[in-house]
């Protein structure tokens, strides 16, 4: 009876310390912000102006990605001389893609919107999460990384992949335009860098679109906090056909 009740009370300790050593979502969260910087770190950006390049089938294409916080966020990327837009603010989103045939300013669907708007936020889905109206749940765990889903309150469910050692973020896998249909993306991360301030930024992503298509972009140059017009979010007006030349009499 005695070695009973020591093995019974031996397993209350060994359960006891398991679950005192599980993680919650909010607690690899939590430390996932405090590896990126901090709360206070991060919002001190209110801007995020960077350089990048755009690796495609080959081509090396050269680009840029604004955004500012709350407000919006815009990429620009120059391929082979056509200029390609993608668009969000905190109303909608538009898009200028003249190798799809939209050489002119094309405002997003709503689904389109939902799939990325989220990027008009400095510090990802992750940061302050329940004041956006995110939802989290830790999904899954082993000895290198979490995965935490996020479903955003009228949006797409992703999963985030943490590393286990130092909370930065491996890999995001969600939804993603592509022609006409929404397919399965898996977005990598590395390479991070702390920036001016402490905030750390990966300088390396690899973005699968469902085994069809790939992409990588390198960023080249950071800068935070630069004076950025808000009105570089707003969808231009589409350019007014040339007027015909005029008949000769």
Known sequence: MKNLIRGIVAFSILTGSVALSAQTADEIINKHVAAIGGKDAISQVKSISMETSVQVMGNDAPSSIIVVDGVGYKSETDFNG????????????????????????????????????????????????????????????????????????????????????????????????????????????????????????????????GGQFQLSITVKKVELNKTIDPAIFEMPKAAAPAAAPAKGF
């Not at 830790?138 to 290198?144: G, P």
């Not at 286990?164 to 335009?177: D, L, N, Q, R």
């Open 82 to 209: 056509s200029k390609i837009i993608q668009c969000y603010n905190d109303k909608g989103g538009w898009t200028v893609n003249p190798m799809a045939g939209a050489a002119d300013p094309t405002p997003m669907s709503d689904d389109e919107y939902k799939l990325g708007r989220e990027q008009i936020h400095v510090g990802g889905p992750l940061y302050d999460y329940a004041a956006k109206g995110n939802k989290v749940e830790l999904v899954s765990k082993d000895a290198d990384t979490y995965k935490v889903k996020v479903t955003p309150k009228d949006g797409v469910e992703s999963v985030y992949t943490i590393d286990a050692k130092t909370y930065y973020v491996k890999s995001v896998a969600g939804k993603a335009p592509m022609q006409g249909q929404l397919v399965d993306t898996t977005t990598s991360f590395s390479d991070y860098r702390k920036t001016e301030g402490g905030y750390m930024i990966p300088y390396a992503m690899d973005i699968d679109f």
